[in-house]
């Protein structure tokens, strides 16, 4: 990319390979990368339910805990019926 990235652009990164507690992406503070990032890893079993990790990054100026909690809602309602 040549120019700042546009509003409407979001980050996925799928690391089927391995799974994790804990993912964090270099920020420096620049106002151009605002953009939420999310990944997501390998699944595996845990007491009977399969168990995925999902990591988010966002700037806190933009996105509030809420609404990290409702994404998280949404996400595990639709898991269950998977």
Do not use: C
Request: no cysteine; hydrophobic share 40%; charged share 25%.
């Amino acid at each position: 990319m040549t120019g700042p990235v546009e509003n409407d652009v979001y980050q996925f990164s799928a690391l089927p390979w391995i799974t994790f507690t804990h993912i964090s992406h270099t920020d420096f503070g620049n106002k151009e990368k605002a953009q939420p990032i999310f990944d997501w890893g390998k699944y595996h079993e845990r007491e009977g339910k399969f168990m995925m990790p999902f990591a988010v990054q966002v700037h806190h100026a933009f996105v509030d805990g809420i609404h990290i909690g409702k994404l998280a809602d949404k996400l595990q309602r639709y898991l269950d019926e998977v």
